[in-house]
């Protein structure tokens, strides 16, 4: 063999084995994994397969951990079993759980969240994602109800029976039953150290991400190459994760904000679990009925339209309304009251809404400067609500 053809062969070997650009996978002969090469039986664990139909190979992968060879110093990080790293084509996810898979060992890339809310999942992986996984995060998950809270006070949160509550903040506790939902709020907290912590956080498994970024006096985050950027690290914690809320008219339609954002997360490969929305009627604020009752119809008939026409326009996106009510400018208790039970009884049935919480105006209190529940905190404690899922995401 003269030396240009070996020079040649040792070039194209070295070519060979990259992979992604994702760094050099852990493979060590001194650490192998429990492969389980007997006929599959469903567990209560995630477990990966390297064929379809969870044909052997196939090991079992441990909850509350991030496998990718990735590793910040974070004992939560470990690297996928080793023959497994750009390997799995199908798995097993039992009831109870959300997984993600990505391309990328930060999360990022082509990926894909899977939620067994009501039962057991056993699937193949998107032909985009076969033997091209280098990153896993499986976690348990609370299935709240869709009724939510919203509030910075954390004595007003431990009032409410919800069960979760968001306070436009990444690092609040949850309380017992309550569980809190993390939200970066603007590019300040969407960086990495802020999702490791989230990586070692057992209590969360959803992430919120801008508050209003079309907004100037919000988030203010006019350019959407910078927000996929920052969205992009949030990635990195592998939690399900939240479209960027936007003002009310900003949701939908030609060169809106959300719209330009979810078209640009689409061509880069950016996972959105599911769509934030604000709603506050706004500019009705005067356009008042005959009756309270019939002023509280008329706002739930425009609410109803505008989340039908969201859902249009993002039909396999689901739903989250972090904020809304009957405008903050309408002072009448009654009309908020009847708003609420409108409200809430509708989104209930409706399948593609997953959560929502009331957006007390300042005029219109949920707790009063004694701590106590106003009437208005007390109508809204008192709605019942249905689960978040009623089925599996897959």
Not at 15 to 37: E, H, L
Request: charged share 20%; hydrophobic share 40%.
């Amino acid at each position: 063999m003269s030396w240009r053809l070996l020079l040649l062969f040792v070039t194209l070997a070295g070519i060979s084995s990259c992979k992604k650009g994702a760094g050099p996978a852990n493979n060590s002969p001194t650490n192998p994994p429990v492969v389980d090469n007997t006929p599959f039986q469903p567990g209560a664990t995630l477990v990966v397969s390297k064929t379809t139909a969870m044909g052997n190979p196939r090991v079992a992968l441990g909850a509350d951990t991030v496998f990718t060879d990735s590793n910040r110093g974070i004992s939560k990080f470990k690297a996928l079993p080793s023959g497994f790293d750009n390997a799995i084509v199908s798995f097993y996810l039992p009831k109870g759980f959300i997984v993600v898979f990505a391309e990328n060992n930060d999360g990022t890339g082509e990926s894909v969240c899977y939620v067994s809310a009501k039962a057991s999942i056993t699937a193949s992986l998107p032909d985009a994602l076969k033997n091209r996984v280098s990153f896993v995060r499986y976690i348990p998950l609370a299935n709240t109800a869709k009724k939510g809270f919203a509030a910075t006070d954390s004595n007003a949160v431990k009032l409410f029976n919800t069960s979760w509550y968001y306070g436009w903040s990444i690092d609040r506790p949850s309380f017992g039953a309550q569980q809190f939902v993390p939200m970066t709020w603007g590019k300040g907290t969407a960086t990495v150290d802020y999702m490791a912590s989230l990586v070692n956080r057992k209590d969360v498994d959803h992430l919120l991400s801008f508050n209003e970024p079309d907004n100037i006096d919000q988030s203010n985050i006019p350019i959407i190459d910078t927000a996929i950027a920052r969205y992009k690290v949030m990635m990195q914690s592998g939690l399900r994760l939240g479209s960027p809320a936007v003002t009310q008219d900003q949701a939908f339609g030609a060169n809106k904000w959300l719209t330009k954002f979810m078209d640009a997360a689409k061509l880069q490969k950016v996972r959105v679990d599911f769509v934030a929305l604000h709603w506050y009627d706004w500019g009705n604020q005067t356009n008042n009925q005959a009756t309270d009752s019939l002023t509280a119809q008329a706002v739930f008939n425009r609410f109803k339209t505008y989340i039908e026409r969201v859902h249009t326009d993002y039909p396999n996106q689901k739903i989250w309304i972090t904020e809304y009510n009957a405008n903050r400018n309408r002072s009448s208790n009654i009309v908020h009251k009847y708003f609420m039970k409108l409200s809430v009884d509708w989104l209930n049935t409706v399948p593609y809404v997953e959560r929502f919480a009331y957006f007390f105006p300042p005029d219109l209190p949920a707790v009063d400067t004694n701590g106590a529940l106003t009437d208005a905190g007390s109508y809204w404690n008192s709605l019942t609500s249905t689960e978040a899922f009623a089925a599996n995401i897959e």
